[in-house]
């Protein structure tokens, strides 16, 4: 429903204020949504000063997360140029005006909803002694952590897999091999069969690890396998492999990363 709701917000926003986006960067930042809630089109834009917009900035900024003047400059000054190349400055419709706003309100109760629901999420991982164990692991933080437990399970649900190799498959990162009689496929990509959501976790974790070398094992392991002549997309998918590995013996074993 969120995303449905964005596409219609795009849509919309291409026929009212289009060079409005990348002014703020991160276009469904919560100061992006409210500022362009205020000043739908480039005409309102132009009609206050700058010091206006600066002051309404700085007002829709979060005070725990407060910006530089010089960070608040540089978007007025973004608003500016948008405003003065927007093509659809006389061409407006009120209807898209008032689509465009209760767009933005859902658009930031969606956020606010998925935001409760994410502290309630971790609100209940952190009670999970396994949660902590498999954020031993370098590049495993709280999101990932979360997402692993909701698709594996805990030691009860990861009892439905008698093998590594098993939950290797039910992440979809297993090999697909095709043969027919004499014939062996010369290319193996993975299955991607059974949970995306497991499979995304687990390259998410990888690239983490591989970042400033925070987890030393798993690039050590990266290394090897691209001095071996192994494209970065297949040694990134042996990382996953060797990383399902340790969880499953993080798990079984209740120990850390460095007991295993």
């Known amino acids: ?145 979360a997402t692993i437990l909701s698709e594996i399970g805990e030691v009860e649900g990861l009892n439905r897999f008698d093998h590594p190799k098993k939950l290797v498959a039910f992440a979809g990162i297993d090999p697909s091999v095709f043969a027919s009689g004499r014939f062996t496929a010369t290319r193996n990509r993975i299955t991607k069969c059974g949970s995306r959501q497991l499979r995304y976790a687990l390259v998410m974790a990888i690239q983490c690890g591989l970042i400033r070398s925070r987890n030393t094992r798993i690039k050590e392991f990266y290394e090897r396998k691209r001095a071996e002549g192994k494209p970065h997309k297949v040694a990134l998918i042996a990382c996953a492999n060797k990383l399902v590995h340790w969880l499953y013996a993080i798990l079984k074993s209740k120990k850390s990363f460095r007991s295993v």
């Open 1 to 145: 429903m969120c995303v449905q709701t964005k596409l219609q917000f795009q849509a919309v926003l291409d026929q009212v204020f289009p060079a409005y986006k990348g002014v703020f960067g991160a276009m469904y930042s919560n100061v992006s949504l409210r500022f362009l809630h205020e000043f739908p089109t480039s005409s309102y834009v132009l009609k206050v000063s700058e010091e206006t917009l600066k002051m309404t900035i700085n007002a829709l900024l979060s005070s725990k997360r407060g910006r530089s003047e010089r960070w608040i400059n540089e978007r007025v000054q973004r608003l500016m140029v948008a405003a003065k190349q927007n093509p659809f400055q006389q061409t407006m419709y009120e209807s898209h005006l008032i689509n465009l706003k209760i767009l933005i309100s859902l658009i930031l109760q969606y956020q606010e909803h998925l935001a409760m629901l994410e502290k309630t999420i971790d609100a209940l991982a952190t009670e999970i002694e396994e949660y902590d164990l498999i954020q031993s692991i370098p590049g495993i933080g709280p999101k990932i952590a």
